[in-house]
């Protein structure tokens, strides 16, 4: 009896021995546990804390190119390829945090929504969208589709283009814009687009608040052979090399400078630039955040945020 109360008593031990590591195991579960997830929450934090702190290194870039663009209206009021606006902002370091940049000229490219003019399709400004795209080659036709895709009516603007009914019988069911464009993006919906050939757009195109010229001194050679019609691609290039080295004092300057009997589209040849896109990144650590902005520069220089996104 004696021994079967002393192999009881040690059974029980053994399971109150088994029982107390059980628990000691599952404090230092749960200790770790708790130990974890509160390094996780730190690290959140300090992520949450780096990327508000990087998003203000970009604001900073932004100020940096409306006092360079302001002090560039003070100096010229024409814009070209050489000026400081225009060179690449040499990685610097801010608070911390490796910032480079760019600013580039909008007003150097097509803005689409001159293909609208009060609702209806702008033949003069199609036709200069059709040549851009054929010195891109990219199917002109395209040029078309984007139109109808803005207009406000829902007239085909060729024999086999794409408007309200043409969207209605796709899958999902789509309905044209029917109105000017707030982002390129947008155009990743419009019949033929995909995204090859809308990174191929990219470079040349813009959409911007209401109607715009080119500016000649900053245009690429495809935009230059598409504001002047009859103008080749070879002699656009060739003029392109030297604006580069000479840029262009006024539009007389560049009329000048074209074949004989060419002439850029009325009304869209500028020298003056009203539109900048800046183009900002910010590195540090785990840390690496870009911005695009949008900034408008009136006649006095005064310069103001039109939109602003994550790069």
């Given at each position: 009896m004696i021994s079967g109360r002393l192999a009881s008593g040690q059974h029980q031990s053994g399971m109150a021995i088994v029982l107390a590591m059980l628990v000691l195991a599952l404090a230092a579960i749960a200790a770790s546990g708790f130990v974890f997830r509160a390094a996780m929450e730190w690290r959140k934090f300090e992520n949450a804390s780096s990327l508000g702190q990087a998003r203000w290194v970009l604001r900073a870039a932004e100020k940096w190119a409306g006092a360079v663009l302001r002090d560039d209206a003070r100096q010229s009021s024409v814009d070209h390829r050489g000026e400081l606006w225009?060179?690449?902002?040499?990685?610097?370091?801010?608070?911390?945090?490796?910032?480079?940049?760019r600013v580039e000229d909008m007003d150097g490219r097509f803005n689409l929504n001159n293909l609208i003019r009060e609702g209806v399709t702008d033949p003069a400004q199609l036709a200069l969208f059709r040549r851009?795209?054929?010195?891109?080659?990219?199917?002109?036709?395209?040029?078309?589709?984007?139109?109808?895709?803005?207009?406000?009516?829902?007239?085909?603007?060729?024999?086999?283009?794409?408007?309200?009914?043409?969207?209605?019988?796709?899958?999902?069911?789509?309905?044209?814009?029917?109105r000017p464009?707030?982002?390129?993006d947008e155009l990743i919906r419009v019949r033929g687009m995909n995204r090859a050939l809308l990174d191929r757009l990219r470079p040349y195109i813009a959409v911007l608040p209401g109607f715009n010229g080119i500016n000649v001194n900053t245009a690429s050679a495809e935009t230059l052979a598409a504001l002047v019609d009859g103008l080749t691609l070879e002699q656009a290039y060739t003029l392109a090399a030297r604006r580069d080295r000479v840029y262009f004092r006024d539009i007389e300057d560049f009329r000048q400078a074209l074949p004989p009997g060419l002439s850029p589209l009325a009304g869209m040849g500028l020298t003056t630039s009203r539109y900048f896109l800046v183009l900002a990144r910010a590195r540090h650590d785990r840390v690496n955040v870009g911005s695009r902005a949008l900034l408008s520069r009136d006649t006095n220089g005064t310069t103001a945020l039109i939109w602003r996104a994550s790069l």
């Open positions: 225009a060179r690449e902002l040499p990685a610097v370091d801010s608070e911390g945090y490796a910032l480079s940049g851009l795209l054929g010195a891109l080659d990219v199917p002109e036709a395209l040029a078309e589709d984007i139109a109808d895709w803005l207009d406000a009516d829902n007239r085909v603007s060729g024999s086999d283009n794409a408007e309200t009914a043409l969207y209605a019988a796709q899958s999902p069911i789509l309905a044209p814009a029917n464009l707030a982002s390129p």
